[in-house]
């Protein structure tokens, strides 16, 4: 399946024209293909790096998170090949770091289209998804995508972010 993020009404216009998500289950997880479309050279693309790693959101980032039993899970994807996880018990309440992780994600850069691409362990439970990504362009100025955004400000951690129905 495929879906596109769009960016949240507050971001200021950037190098970006459209970012598209491939999602695929396989049994307990989900392949995730993140591909950004546009002037790809004045995105902010942290630099190599592995492991688990906090704040990644503060620049360029790929995100899902993942409704399932008792809460849901956060997933940070990095460009630099860091990845964070974290549970939360309800809209940013209980946080705190999630035993399933994803493969580290790898980048695939071009011209003009770049992609990241993953594999995530599915939480128990797993039921719906939302998808969204931080750019940060060469300029400092970040936009907010997402496949759904139900506030005034940009907010993946919103309930009804959450739109996408899992298998």
Same mark, same amino acid.
């Given at each position: 399946?495929? !879906?596109?993020l769009?960016?949240?009404?507050?971001?200021p216009?950037?190098?970006?024209?459209?970012?598209?998500?491939?999602?695929?289950?396989? &049994?307990?997880?989900?392949?995730?293909?993140?591909? !950004?479309?546009?002037?790809?050279?004045?995105?902010?693309?942290?630099?190599?790096?592995?492991?688990? #790693?906090?704040?990644?959101?503060? +620049?360029?980032?790929f995100?899902?998170?993942?409704?399932?039993?008792? &809460?849901?899970?956060?997933?940070?994807?990095?460009?630099?090949g860091?990845?964070?996880?974290?549970?939360?018990?309800?809209?940013?309440?209980?946080?705190?770091?999630a035993?399933?992780? $994803?493969? $580290?994600?790898?980048?695939?850069?071009?011209?003009?289209? @770049? #992609?990241l691409e +993953? =594999?995530? @362990?599915?939480? $128990? &439970? #797993?039921?719906?998804?939302? =998808?969204?990504?931080?750019?940060?362009?060469?300029? &400092?100025?970040?936009?907010?995508?997402?496949?759904?955004?139900?506030?005034?400000?940009?907010?993946?951690?919103? $309930?009804?972010?959450?739109?996408?129905?899992?298998?």
């Amino acid at each position: 399946m495929q !879906v596109s993020l769009k960016p949240h009404p507050s971001s200021p216009p950037g190098p970006i024209e459209s970012l598209e998500v491939m999602l695929e289950p396989e &049994g307990s997880q989900l392949w995730l293909r993140f591909t !950004v479309d546009g002037r790809t050279e004045s995105v902010v693309w942290p630099r190599p790096a592995e492991g688990r #790693a906090d704040d990644l959101w503060r +620049t360029t980032c790929f995100e899902a998170f993942v409704l399932a039993d008792d &809460g849901y899970v956060e997933f940070n994807l990095s460009p630099s090949g860091r990845w964070a996880s974290y549970r939360f018990d309800a809209p940013r309440r209980g946080m705190r770091h999630a035993e399933v992780t $994803p493969t $580290p994600p790898k980048l695939n850069a071009g011209a003009d289209r @770049t #992609a990241l691409e +993953t =594999l995530l @362990t599915l939480p $128990p &439970g #797993a039921a719906r998804l939302g =998808l969204s990504a931080v750019i940060e362009a060469t300029d &400092g100025t970040i936009s907010y995508w997402a496949l759904a955004h139900p506030s005034d400000k940009p907010d993946f951690h919103h $309930p009804d972010s959450f739109v996408l129905e899992l298998p």
